[in-house]
């Protein structure tokens, strides 16, 4: 820490239980009191540099012995009054970053100007002060003292200049001037370091959250103030952000506890403070998301929504949580599900979790993501969309992700509204999910836990979710899902064959179409009369084939998958007769019975599928 010395005599003060005594030689002939401490001195060396000290001691009544005089309002109290005393004396004297603002405003007190001595205290310290503000450790601890002598230090601008002092550093990396660390893994060489009063210091400081840490031990109001100051000289706000967080991380123990699985080095934020009290961390919480800046991803999403957990455990104001909703809403998908597990704890507490907070959050969510939709082309959309099984997937399908897992999570809670099911479930538009087997999966986990629905309740659950979007797996579950109304198994089933016969139709034009170029490309010239060579019916004719073997290789694997389903617990029959169909046995003697309804694919059908790919190959 970079000193100022003054003064030139050897000390004479020394203390005596709460007396500070003088050892000159000569009786003192002044008291001045200040709280438990006094100072038996004298007073022709105090009145010669204070005009305050001069004024009050003509008002004093003289005594027999000794005159005194009460300074309890004096800035910095009795310790600065000491370096006052000993700057009056002449007795040599140290002026540092911790103790500058405070002899500054006592100086200002006692009124210590050049009308009374040359180079009196105020012009001393406030020289010195100019020197701290251009060192960004001292300025730092120049700023925490302010507060010890407030308001004065207030109406000399010391704090706004020491604030100022350190936006500017931030603002401007070149101008920070910090200690060389003593530790052997720091190299400096001699142009790159600065030396003033025997101290060494160097003006680099290494990445853009190299002052989080510093700036973290200021209180609360100071720390506004240099938020503000760092806002107002457009501090990128990425870096204000970051800085929010540390800060909240390190003096919100609730808030440090949910996210310290996130941060390796949480251990560091701890506070060396004592545990600050609910209401005061109330008051942080809200004042650090009043601050935030209100560009979207910001903030760390998993940081955001432990805020918003811990807002609501310390019931902080409605505005506080609105915010936190709305900003965590604005960038939804990158929310985890466990982070989405808000417990309820409003006044009601019907429900597990915080439902509700979910859907305003999600329903922010789309009124964002409808607006950034609207600006967007729909060519280009239709692109990203026929291109979406190779690209990683839009913030809108993960969010459809995220919330069919949360609705499963949810649904074992029997307290949860069949409303307020529906309601969190319909928010996501339907072509948005590609699959719907989370949403089959979180309704399938509802319906076993609330069994008491009646067959129109659970057809209305059911109609979330769209059939056709079943995977093969989630299909052959539900064909022998007891807890399905009748009418989604149908639908099921009849999707199922819908697309087994959109794959054989498809099979058969492909086959065609193989036939049809090979007739065609027989009667080609090979070479046309310009001398040009046309497209080579032999290579058509191959690719062609290839992908009638692909096709064909699919319509085998589907028929292996159908053979499995009707194998399985019971197969067709004992479904059927759950429909009820009814079985008449065939009029030939095969053991196997069919539905009086035909066959969507009969035997011929399915011989002349054979006959073709054979001839094919």
Known sequence: MACMKLGSKSEMFYLYGQSWLCSTGLPSDIIIEIGDTSFHLHKFPLISRSRELESLMREVPCEPDKSVLELHGLPGGAKAFLHVAKFCYGVKMELTASNVVGLRCAAEYLQMSENYGEG??????????????????????????????????????????????????????????????????????????????????????????????????????????????????????????????????????????????????????????????????????????????????????????????????????????????????????????????????????????????????????????????????????????????????????????????????????????????????????????????????????????????????????????NCQKLSLEASTHAAQNERLPLRVVVQVLFFEQLKLRTSVAGWFFASDNVENSQNLNANLPLIRNDGSIPHNPVVAFDNMKERVAELEKEYLSMKQDMEKMMKSKGGWNVLLRKLGWKLVPKPSNANVSKPCRKSKISPATTAQMEEKAMEVK
């Not at 204000?240 to 390796?264: D, E, F, M, N, R």
Request: with cysteine; hydrophobic share 40%.
């Open 120 to 465: 009196n205290l105020i012009m001393q310290t406030e020289k010195f002060l100019n020197h701290v503000f251009g060192y960004w450790t001292d300025t730092l601890v120049a700023l925490k003292t302010c507060e010890e002598v407030l308001p004065m230090a207030e109406e000399l601008h010391i704090a706004s200049r020491s604030i100022n002092s350190l936006v500017l550093k931030v603002a401007d990396q070149s101008l920070v001037n910090l200690p060389v660390s003593s530790g052997p893994s720091v190299a400096q060489s001699p142009e790159d370091a600065e030396v003033w009063n025997g101290i060494s210091l160097t003006p680099k400081a290494s990445g853009e959250d190299w002052w989080f840490d510093d700036v973290s031990s200021l209180s609360l109001p100071l720390y506004k103030r240099f938020i503000r100051g760092a806002s107002a000289r457009n501090i990128k706000p990425n870096r204000i952000a970051g800085s929010l967080v540390y800060y909240a991380k390190k003096h919100i123990p609730l808030l440090g506890s949910q996210t310290s699985s996130q941060s390796g080095n949480s251990s560091s934020l701890k506070s060396s403070l004592s545990t600050p009290s609910e209401a005061d961390q109330r008051n942080l919480i809200e004042e650090i998301v009043e601050l935030l800046p209100n560009e979207k991803g910001i903030a760390p999403t998993k940081f955001l929504l432990g805020c918003l957990r811990t807002a609501m455990a310390l019931y902080a104001s409605s505005s506080c949580c609105s915010s936190l909703e709305k900003r965590i809403g604005s960038q939804l998908d990158e929310a985890d599900l466990e982070d989405l597990l808000i417990p309820n704890i409003g006044f009601s507490m019907e429900t597990v979790h915080d439902i509700d907070c979910v859907q305003r959050m999600l329903d922010h969510f789309m009124i964002v993501e409808h607006d950034l939709i609207d600006t967007t082309s729909n060519d280009i959309e239709e692109e990203r969309q026929i291109v979406a099984s190779s690209q990683p997937l839009s913030p809108m399908a993960k969010v459809a992700n995220l919330i069919d897992s949360y609705l499963a999570e949810v649904a074992p809670d029997v307290n949860v509204k069949l409303p307020k099911f529906q309601s969190l479930a319909a928010v996501i538009p339907d072509h948005v999910r590609t699959l719907d087997d989370g949403l089959y999966r979180a309704i399938d986990i509802y319906l076993k836990n609330h069994h008491w629905l009646t067959d129109s309740e659970k057809e209305q659950i059911c109609r979330l979710m």
